[in-house]
């Protein structure tokens, strides 16, 4: 016996028909939740905004890291003694970790929008690390740089 096109029988390809093991209809899909509505509105809104000031945050941070290298001027003064190597280090690797710390933070920004989820909180935790980050750095130079005087 011939099944009707689209009744589900075997090889038609209607999903959900309990053909070859398939779950039964409706079972297994989730519901998205609405695409539009004031709180998926304010989430993408706060999320724009937010990854805004942190792009903006992340480039006085790394500027904030490579004017930490002027502490270094004060090595030529007698009593004073400089780790070179630490303080090229905090120099170099202090703005490249901030931009990973952006980057990061809009790439799950991105995929969470996509995916309808809430977003606000990634580039605020992103705007925390950078924050950390930056005062890390700091703290680094600080020890790299001892005053005798």
């Known amino acids: 016996m011939v099944a009707p096109a689209g009744s589900g029988g075997p090889g038609d390809g209607v999903a959900g028909s309990g053909a070859r093991g398939a779950p039964p209809d409706g079972v297994g899909l989730e519901a998205r939740p609405p695409s539009s509505g004031p709180r998926r509105v304010a989430d993408v809104v706060a999320s724009v905004v937010l990854l805004v000031l ?17 502490g270094f001027s004060s090595c030529a003064a007698p009593g004073n003694t400089c780790d070179q190597g630490l303080g090229g280090a905090v120099v170099y690797v202090g703005p490249v970790l901030v ?3 952006f980057v990061a933070a809009l790439v ?28 890390v750095a700091r703290a680094l130079a600080d020890v790299a740089v001892t005053r005798g005087i």
């Open 108 to 135: 799950v920004s991105i995929v969470r929008l996509v995916k309808r989820r809430l977003t606000w909180p990634v580039p605020l935790l992103g705007a925390g690390l950078v924050v950390v980050v930056f005062f």
């Open 54 to 70: 942190l792009a903006v945050e992340a480039v006085v941070a790394a500027m904030g890291i490579l004017l930490l290298s002027l």
């Open 99 to 101: 931009a990973l710390v």
